[in-house]
């Protein structure tokens, strides 16, 4: 019920911080955090530990805003293939570089994409 509460709290930087709390485990919680109005709560969602779902990975990779896509693709819990390879393909550099440098890079076909970047950074990082 707490969390709840904050989830509706009217301060973007108390949504962002129960966003980023890796004790935010619940859904429907995480679903209403990817659809809120500040990029802000969206990338403290999209970096958050306990991101795990692939379906809210491959809603936040659609995200219109760069900085959500780069806490997502730099997030060690990013195990959607799909998200990884949207990624892969993303028009900011620094995003793919985050992706790259991923520990927890897992797609062969994103791997691939990056492996042929246009930048030499995502590629050494790759290595």
Do not use: H, K
């Not at 969602?45 to 306990?50: C, E």
């Amino acid at each position: 019920a707490r969390q709840e509460a904050l989830a509706q709290d009217q301060g973007a930087e108390v949504r962002a911080a129960l966003a980023g709390n890796p004790r935010l485990i619940s859904d429907a919680r995480q679903e209403a955090l990817a659809q809120d109005q500040d990029a802000e709560v969206r990338a403290a969602l999209a970096g958050n530990s306990s991101l795990t779902s692939d379906a809210r990975q491959e809603a936040l990779v659609q995200d219109q805003n760069a900085e959500v896509r780069g806490a997502l693709a730099g997030n060690p819990s990013l195990t959607s293939d799909a998200a990884q390879q949207t990624l892969a393909q993303d028009q900011y550099e620094w995003v793919r570089e985050a992706l790259a440098n991923n520990p927890n890079l897992t797609s062969e076909a994103a791997g691939e994409r990056l492996a042929q970047d246009p930048s030499r950074y995502v590629r050494m990082l790759l290595s």
